[in-house]
Nanobody, 117 residues
Framework: QVQLVESGGGLVQPGGSLRLSCAAS???????MGWYRQAPGKQRESVAT???????NYGDSVKGRFTISRDNAKNTVYLQLNSLKPEDTAVYYC????????????WGQGTQVTVSS
């Protein structure tokens, strides 16, 4: 079992920036890590993922504005959010997926990001 704890959310004005962190209780070295978000009344959507070798993928709505990164030594994944828009308002969740003989998947409890003037 791996526990994920997100931090860094908050209230920010449009155009502002935030940095989210996700600290894992176990090794993330072989895992694909991701950030997902869910706004009220909407389905959870993928924001960004980063594979074990460090290949990143982004949702179309955040390309060029958000950056995902990982520090395997600290078992932590980050999401830098720049040029924030009101439509980025959501609960952001950290995700861990590792497939070795079987699939292991874990979710964090989420951190609220609110973009408003």
């Amino acid at each position: 079992q791996v526990q994920l704890v997100e931090s860094g959310g908050g209230l920010v004005q449009p155009g502002g920036s935030l940095r989210l962190s996700c600290a894992a209780s176990g090794s993330i070295r072989l895992a694909t890590m991701g950030w997902y978000r869910q706004a009220p009344g909407k389905q959870r959507e993928s924001v960004a993922t980063i594979t074990s070798p460090g290949v990143a993928n982004y949702g179309d709505s955040v390309k060029g504005r958000f950056t995902i990164s990982r520090d395997n030594a600290k078992n932590t994944v980050y999401l830098q959010l720049n040029s924030l828009k009101p439509e980025d308002t959501a609960v952001y969740y950290c995700n861990f997926v590792k497939v070795i003989f079987e699939r292991y998947e874990y979710w964090g409890q989420g951190t609220q990001v609110t973009v408003s003037s």
